[in-house]
């Protein structure tokens, strides 16, 4: 299943580096869009988080397939049963 995602081409970033240095600063094109990427992971997003509600609707079949296991992919997947 893929859907687009929409996301801000630009953000603010404050972190600290491996030396704990304060950094605060803008991230935009790409990097941004991979960041946010990354960030949704550890905050425990799901790109259907960022879905309209039609459009979830519109995929439900295709995710209730997936949760039961009725999916095809080109690699190895464990299904719970």
């Not at 990354?38 to 609707?57: A, C, V, Y």
Request: net charge positive; aromatic share 8%; proline share 4%.
């Amino acid at each position: 299943v893929h859907e687009s995602v929409k996301r801000p081409d630009k953000i603010h970033v404050t972190y600290l580096d491996e030396d704990m240095n304060p950094h605060d600063e803008w991230v935009e094109g790409y990097l941004a869009r991979v960041m946010q990427h990354e960030f949704d992971h550890l905050d425990g997003t799901m790109f259907i988080d960022h879905l309209s509600p039609l459009r979830k609707q519109m995929i439900k079949g295709k995710l209730n397939k997936m949760v039961e296991g009725k999916a095809r992919c080109a690699y190895k997947v464990k299904t719970v049963k």
